[in-house]
């Protein structure tokens, strides 16, 4: 089994910053891509950013230059850096993995962390 567990959440001024993070762990061999989603009040959840294990990423037009994914492969671990924040970031943040190979060899897909809450004030 693979757990993912956020931390760095909270609430913040507009034009802060805060830096989310997300450590895989359990029966882990590789992680294929980790991204972040988030869902606000009312709206469907949406893909924030995502980076493979090759270290490439993609990013929401929304948070384009202002958001930074990246990962520590040696950690299981992703991060979100987020500057410049606006209200409208405002949501609950999910880590995301879509594919683990495991220890015994086999592929294990889609997991989800608890989500941790992003408050940005105006």
């Known amino acids: 089994q693979v757990q993912l567990v956020e931390s760095g959440g909270g609430l913040v001024q507009a034009g802060g910053s805060l830096r989310l993070s997300c450590a895989a762990s359990g029966s882990i061999a590789m992680i294929g891509s980790m991204a972040w989603y988030r869902r606000a009040p009312g709206k469907q959840r949406e893909l924030v950013a995502r980076?493979?294990?090759?270290?490439?990423?993609t990013y929401a037009d929304s948070v384009k230059g202002r958001f930074t994914i990246s990962r520590d492969n040696a950690k299981n671990t992703v991060f979100l850096q987020m500057n410049s924040l606006k209200p409208e970031d405002t949501a609950v943040y999910y880590c995301?993995?879509?594919?683990?190979?495991?220890?015994?060899?086999?592929?294990?897909?889609?997991?989800w962390g608890q989500g941790t809450q992003v408050t940005v004030s105006s």
């Open positions: 995301n993995v879509d594919r683990v190979l495991t220890t015994t060899g086999s592929y294990r897909y889609d997991y």
């Open positions: 980076i493979t294990n090759a270290a490439s990423t």
